[in-house]
């Protein structure tokens, strides 16, 4: 048995993927949402500052539409992500709503941290959020216009590096991700059944890179890839962030309570 950890974190971003919060049929998986609301709202009411950055617009969107396949034109997914961004944050606010606690959609672009301006509201934003009692800031890329061309990228491209940019923005002490594997393995499960977990990483090593694979589901964007990257800007900033599995958001206490549970990546000894 592995020993506890030492998780000092009053400020926390849960990040949760499309792969947890949308079933294969593109139903938005209704438990998993209710328990991620009395997580978020009980760890608020324990004076704990807490940002979500949910995944999943299009996911859901796909799901209202009944579309089989995810859609390949870039304007037809932003139009999808819309729809389905608005199923997902009525769902939360019923959810939250249960327990007195409301969501408050942030639906932002990289220009939050290119340019001073946008920089400064979207922290005036959370600043106040964060002062409310019964508020749950919901954060999610603004899909419908955010672009990638060379004069003005504004795409941060996926939501594991957006929630790590979140995370540094808000000064958190911890990103807990939630994906639907059970931690950073020495090889994509999926493809190798002998791979291991790896409970704790300090350095994003060559080694590590290359043992991230592919996503996992037909909605995944990013697979392992782009959560090492996320990683690597959390490291950076000396803050910490867990990978774990998000299927019963109630890990989230466990983790919390320190139980040695997924990937830690920390440079704190
Ligand atoms: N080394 C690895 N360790 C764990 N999972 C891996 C690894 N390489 C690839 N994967 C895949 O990454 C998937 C999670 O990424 P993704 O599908 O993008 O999830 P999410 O929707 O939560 O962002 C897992 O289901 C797994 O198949
Ligand atoms: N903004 C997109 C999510 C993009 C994304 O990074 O998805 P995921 O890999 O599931 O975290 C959406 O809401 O569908």
Redesign the pocket.
């Known amino acids: 048995m592995q020993n506890k950890r030492n998780l000092i974190a009053d400020r926390i971003v849960i990040k ?5 919060l949308i079933h294969q049929n593109s139903k938005v998986r209704l438990s998993v949402i209710d328990k991620l609301a009395h997580v978020l709202s009980t760890l608020k009411k324990d004076g704990k500052d807490v940002v979500l950055v949910s ?1 999943g617009a299009i996911g859901a969107g796909m799901g209202v539409l009944h579309l089989g396949k995810r859609p390949v034109k870039i304007s037809q997914q932003q139009a999808v992500s819309s729809i389905g961004q608005a199923e997902l944050i009525q769902i939360y606010n019923e959810a939250l709503h249960k327990y007195n606690m409301c969501a408050a959609q942030m639906l932002i672009t990289k220009d939050v941290i290119d340019y001073p301006e946008s920089h400064t509201n979207v922290m005036n934003s959370f600043q106040e959020l964060l002062a409310m009692d019964n508020t749950i800031p919901i954060v999610n890329e603004n899909d419908a216009v955010t672009v990638s061309e060379m004069d003005h990228l504004t795409k941060f491209g ?3 590096q957006l929630s790590a940019i979140v995370t540094n923005l808000i000064d958190a002490d911890l990103l807990i991700m ?4 059970d ?8 493809k190798n059944p002998n ?1 291991r977990l790896i409970s704790q990483i300090d350095h994003i090593t060559p080694n590590i890179i290359t ?7 037909k ?6 890839t ?2 090492l990257k996320a990683a690597e800007r959390i490291l950076k900033h000396h803050q910490q962030m867990v990978l774990a599995n ?1 299927k019963d958001p109630e890990i989230i206490f466990n983790i919390l309570s320190g139980d040695p549970i997924g990937t830690l990546f920390t440079t704190i000894k």
Do not use: R
């Open positions: 949760v993927g499309t792969s947890t995944s996926d939501n594991d939630l994906s639907d594997i931690g950073f393995y020495n090889a994509n499960p999926l791979a043992a991230a694979g592919g996503h996992g589901t909605f995944g964007t990013g697979g392992m782009t959560k998000g």
